[in-house]
Nanobody, 121 residues
Framework: QVQLVESGGGLVQPGGSLRLSCAAS????????MAWYRQAPGNQRELVAAFTMARRTNYADSVKGRFTISRDNAKNTVYLQMNSLKPEDTAVYYCNADIWVSGGTAYYGYWGQGTQVTVSS
């Protein structure tokens, strides 16, 4: 069994910062790409940032220069540092990871439960 557990969401004023964390646990053999998505009310879930096994990163245009994704492979954890937050960043943020479980035959995508980020004065 594999779990992704997010933390670090909350309420912050415009211009503020938050750091999200997502830790993977369970019978893990290998983790591929780890990523953050978000979904605002009435909107589709969208990719915010991704960090591949090759240590490549990509970002949504709306967060470039403000958000930074990083990962600690020893801890099976991915982070999202969010600076200069705007009200339009308000959403539920979800962690996603491609995980090869022990004894498995391929990578499968797993999701965290989501953490609310609210940017408001």
């Amino acid at each position: 069994q594999v779990q992704l557990v997010e933390s670090g969401g909350g309420l912050v004023q415009p211009g503020g910062s938050l750091r999200l964390s997502c830790a993977a646990s369970g019978s893990i053999f290998r983790i591929g790409t780890m990523a953050w998505y978000r979904q605002a009310p009435g909107n589709q879930r969208e990719l915010v940032a991704a960090f591949t096994m090759a240590r490549r990163t990509n970002y949504a245009d709306s967060v470039k220069g403000r958000f930074t994704i990083s990962r600690d492979n020893a801890k099976n954890t991915v982070y999202l540092q969010m600076n200069s937050l705007k009200p339009e960043d308000t959403a539920v943020y979800y962690c996603n990871a491609d995980i090869w479980v022990s004894g498995g035959t391929a990578y499968y995508g797993y999701w965290g439960q989501g953490t609310q980020v609210t940017v408001s004065s």
